[in-house]
């Protein structure tokens, strides 16, 4: 067994144990806290909040318990008003997605323009380094302090109408999308975006509301099972989305230094356990989902050139919207790391 196998087997076996033998229902101790997060207990995003938990109350010699809730039940659903929740301090720890947060806090589109990262070194110079950080203080002002990145990964598209194969393809597809940047984009290249909670998204696919979706493999097409009511896919890396792990501001400055300590090495081990086992199941997604039946396509560097080409223009007004300096503090760390400025992506 890989160590990466390893840590995945410790992220599901903590959320057997802590999701099916103590259910869902809040403990009445003071010291026991609630996390919730949008997607199910299968996603490494849920199991990461559920090993939090784990290595919290060891390191607090229990003396702090975390009780996790997945798919968003703590807001009936709405995995939107997650952060708002823990903004107030309504609700105490999220593992969710910049991309979930945007709508609350429009700077963390940054993370998803498109065709900005063209590898994860290039999406590891940022989260080890001052964007990461300067993202951080911005969160801060909403309430939530960031404890640990992770990762929900490359977003690829999938349908169950036809194979595409460049942007001319999407034209008149119904496509579920996760926010408003993903409107943008979709609208550039001919689609019909829905907007629409995740909860609703596999019901939506499986009848046909919609034609597709685009999210990342690792952390949500296999976990998640969309492979069983799409059919067709494209690998064409057009997005990327950090996951995250973080508590309300109120609860954290009612915390002791060293309880705080405490919390963010647990959150920052799980984190980084859920970030490996989500490449982990991304680098092997591909031979899965053809063994699921799914048709696969990945696009060579010209395609590539035209999605880039006809998303350009989101990618400008999402840009200014974030703000001038936000952008150009992460394009000069991508291009330090050794990659390309201006947005442009490798084929591979």
Do not use: C
Request: hydrophobic share 40%.
């Amino acid at each position: 067994m890989t160590n990466i196998s390893r840590r995945m087997a410790l992220l599901a076996g903590a959320a057997l144990i802590a999701l099916g033998a103590a259910g869902y229902a809040p403990q009445a101790r003071a010291d026991t806290y609630r996390l919730t997060a949008e997607t199910s207990e299968a996603t490494s995003r849920t199991k990461a909040g559920v090993r939090f938990g784990e290595l919290f109350e060891q390191e607090t010699n229990g003396e702090h318990k975390v009780r996790v809730f997945p798919n968003a039940q703590l807001t009936g659903g709405d995995q939107i008003k997650q952060a708002e929740f823990v903004g107030r301090g309504d609700l105490d720890f999220v593992v969710t997605s910049a991309i979930t947060v945007s709508p609350l806090v429009p700077e963390m589109s940054v993370f998803s323009l498109p065709y900005l990262y063209a590898n994860y070194d290039e999406v590891d110079a940022t989260l080890n380094g001052k964007p990461a950080e300067r993202m951080a203080e911005i969160m801060a002002e909403h309430g939530i302090v960031i404890l640990g990145w992770g990762e929900s990964g490359f977003r690829e598209v999938t349908n169950n109408v036809k194979p595409i194969t460049g942007p001319d393809d999407l034209k008149g597809l119904k496509m579920r999308v996760a926010g408003p940047m993903f409107i943008d984009i979709m609208t550039a290249l001919g689609a019909n975006p829905q907007q629409m909670q995740w909860s609703e998204t596999f019901g939506a696919l499986q009848q046909g509301v919609v034609d597709g979706q685009e999210n990342p493999i690792g952390a949500v097409i296999i976990p998640q099972r969309v492979y069983e009511v799409q059919k067709y896919l494209t690998a064409w890396h057009y997005s990327y989305d950090p996951a995250f792990l973080a508590v309300s501001k109120k609860l954290w400055d009612s915390w002791d230094e060293d309880t705080r300590q405490k919390a963010r090495k647990a959150a920052e081990q799980a984190m980084n356990e859920q970030k490996e086992a989500t490449r982990e199941q991304t680098a092997d997604g591909i031979a899965f989902l053809k063994d699921q039946g799914m048709v696969i396509h990945e696009p060579g560097a010209e395609e590539i050139d035209a999605y880039r080409k006809a998303t350009q223009s989101a990618f400008d007004k999402w840009a200014d919207r974030v703000g001038d300096d936000l952008v150009g503090l992460f394009k000069s760390t991508i291009k330090e790391s050794g990659g390309t400025s201006d947005g442009q992506v490798s084929a591979n």
